[in-house]
T-cell receptor
Framework: DTAVSQTPKYLVTQMGNDKSIKCEQN?????MYWYKQDSKKFLKIMFS???????INETVPNRFSPKSPDKAHLNLHINSLELGDSAVYFC?????????????FGPGTRLTVT | GDSVTQMEGPVTLSEEAFLTINCTYT??????LFWYVQYPGEGLQLLLK?????DKGSNKGFEATYRKETTSFHLEKGSVQVSDSAVYFC?????????FGAGTTVTVRA
């Protein structure tokens, strides 16, 4: 069983479109995250939810909107896609929020905007 | 703010060579420190962690010791294998999020 899963794995779309990426974890964790990995492999936190409540919202354009329908799911919706949004997006989860908890990552979604 | 600096790659080694990847951090308080590994085409996996000063994390032959006096968490392995080829990330957590270093690409040749 996959602990943290994401769909789709690859997403190719045109500028201006709206797209969503879905994430699910079956670990029973309380906290979920979205990270963006750029072409140089640099990883940066975008959002974090704890028990469906937003606790981290880094300086991300408001075209990006996370939605957490329940503790096991955290989806990412992106409006009006731009070329600079091309990246790999990783979902992650941890047992709870706090410095000592390791995060478990999904396989990533490679988004290509043309 | 919190930040992590790790040695730039890429690093290319022969099998059975000794590997060291340097990692230093800047943070307030007492962060937890982690090493994650990313194999080609995959997500990140936790390799090891340490949550307080002088803790040593170890896994799969890799080790790192939390050194508060030098704000470092260097990763070492005594004898690498081809299967260790991957990107290695040092990271710290001081609150709700992980702050990552830039990653070091390691290639091990047979």
């Amino acid at each position: 069983d996959t602990a943290v899963s994401q769909t789709p794995k690859y997403l190719v779309t045109q500028m201006g479109n709206d797209k969503s990426i879905k994430c699910e974890q079956n670990l029973g964790h309380d906290t979920m995250y979205w990270y963006k990995q750029d072409s140089k492999k640099f990883l940066k936190i975008m959002f974090s939810y704890n028990n469906k409540e937003l606790i981290i919202n880094e300086t991300v354009p408001n075209r990006f909107s996370p939605k957490s329908p329940d503790k096991a799911h955290l989806n990412l919706h992106i409006n009006s896609l731009e070329l600079g949004d091309s990246a790999v997006y990783f979902c992650a989860s941890s047992q709870a929020s706090g410095r000592a908890y390791e995060q478990y990552f999904g396989p990533g979604t490679r988004l290509t905007v043309t | 703010g919190d930040s992590v600096t790790q040695m730039e790659g890429p690093v290319t080694l022969s099998e059975e060579a000794f590997l060291t990847i340097n990692c230093t951090y800047t943070a307030t308080g007492y962060p937890s420190l982690f090493w994650y590994v990313q194999y080609p085409g995959e997500g990140l996996q936790l390799l090891l962690k340490a949550t307080k000063a002088d803790d040593k994390g170890s896994n799969k032959g890799f080790e790192a010791t939390y050194r508060k006096e030098t704000t470092s968490f260097h990763l070492e392995k005594g004898s690498v294998q081809v299967s260790d080829s991957a990107v290695y990330f040092c990271a710290l957590s001081n609150d709700y999020k992980l702050s990552f270093g830039a990653g070091t690409t390691v290639t091990v040749r047979a």
